[in-house]
């Protein structure tokens, strides 16, 4: 039973292990960048909700070891003929590699421990919690202090990026719930050390009321899109938000036990009118009447060129295909007392009550 439903899974998680990223998202970043430009200028990061650690492993490589990681890098011909697609030509993809960048600065937080990647310093650590921002701020610059620091050193971040998930229950308005809380903690955690002008990226779940979030995040950051990377199974309720040019208001001041609660939309007379705006990258904003200042639509963007491998397709593996171990198994998983108790028990138990031996 694992083994046939591993064996049905996409290009993207097949790609994941052959090209040694820890996890099948980091394409979804790659997708990202290529829609957003999302590292141009950037050199302090923070990662949040970073385990097992494949976006981390795409910030270093673009931003320390200097790689262009376009699609004709990771695209595959293999996939692209059993898919049927046609692969980017990877003659006129490839753009000229960009230098290394000169004193950048990543710092990966998770719950669980992450293994080591180069260039990147990793924190143990909950983003719910108020401790975890200091702790943030002196792994970027270990003279900080929150009494003696000015308020450019305690903003010093231009990018932060989170794939926060809790773990799923299956029960839809819980997990949209429980990871909504997550987004708020993030965001939160952006709002404390965000420079200004940063961006910030985020995984969302899109319920009922998303939009709110948008008008609220539409009144600290200059452009706030939602995008849906190719890669990102279309059957799943995930997208991203990606925010560019962080603006708070004037006198605004990043609380974390209310963050952005005390910002309110306001409506003007001309926000009773639908109107449409045509942004210098051709995209079109629509503005609906705002009889509810707190709503607001967002663009919604698919990215990572729709001709790319479609993550809800499987297909039929090739001849001899052999099934790779986990580039980066998990080093402390939550599941480990249940596989000791279980060991501790003897196989019988596992194999009647828990049905295992699924591998
Ligand atoms: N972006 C990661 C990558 O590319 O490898 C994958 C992230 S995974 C989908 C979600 C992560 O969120 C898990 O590793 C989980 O431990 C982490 N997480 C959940 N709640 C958290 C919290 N309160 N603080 C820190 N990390 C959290």
């Avoid at 040694?20 to 990061?45: H, I, M, Y």
């Amino acid at each position: 039973m694992g083994k046939s439903s591993k064996d049905k899974r996409d290009a993207y998680y097949r790609l994941a292990k052959e090209q040694g990223w820890r996890a099948r998202s980091a394409f979804k970043l790659l997708q990202l960048d290529e829609e957003f430009n999302l590292f141009e200028g950037v050199t302090r990061v923070v990662d949040l909700c970073a385990a097992p650690g494949s976006w981390s492993q795409v910030l270093s490589r673009i931003l320390i070891k200097g790689e262009r990681i376009g699609r004709a890098t990771w695209e595959d011909k293999r996939y692209a003929e059993l898919l049927k697609i046609q692969p980017q030509d990877s003659a006129h993809e490839q753009p000229p590699r960009p230098e290394p960048r000169k004193d950048v600065k990543i710092v990966a937080i998770d719950l669980q421990p992450m293994s080591p990647l180069e260039g990147i310093t990793c924190l143990k650590a909950d983003i719910t919690h108020p401790s975890t921002i200091p702790l943030l701020l002196r792994a970027l610059d270990p003279s900080y202090s929150a009494e003696t620091s000015s308020i450019e050193a305690s903003h010093p971040v231009d990018l932060v990026i989170s794939d926060g998930a809790p773990d799923v229950t299956g029960l839809h308005d819980l997990d949209i719930y429980v990871q909504s809380q997550l987004l708020w903690a993030a965001l939160n955690l952006a709002l404390c050390v965000l420079k200004l002008g940063g961006r910030f990226v985020a995984k969302i779940f899109r319920g009922k009321d998303v939009d709110i979030l948008y008008a609220q995040l539409k009144c600290v950051f200059a452009r706030v899109e939602v995008a849906k990377p190719r890669s990102s199974r279309a059957s799943s309720v995930e997208a991203f938000i990606v925010c560019t040019d962080f603006r708070p208001p004037e006198g605004f001041k990043a609380s974390l036990d209310n963050p952005l609660q005390q910002i309110k939309p306001t409506t003007s007379s001309a926000d009773s009118e639908q109107t449409r705006t045509v942004r210098d990258d051709g995209i079109t904003e629509l503005h609906l009447p705002q009889t509810d200042p707190n709503r607001w639509i967002a663009p919604f963007l698919a990215c990572g060129d729709l001709s790319a491998f479609d993550a809800d397709a499987s297909h039929k593996l090739p001849e001899g295909h052999v099934s790779l171990d986990p580039v980066q198994p998990p080093t402390a998983p939550p599941y480990r007392r249940a596989l000791e108790e279980r060991k501790k028990m003897g196989g019988a138990y596992g194999k009647t009550k828990l049905g295992g031996g699924g591998g």
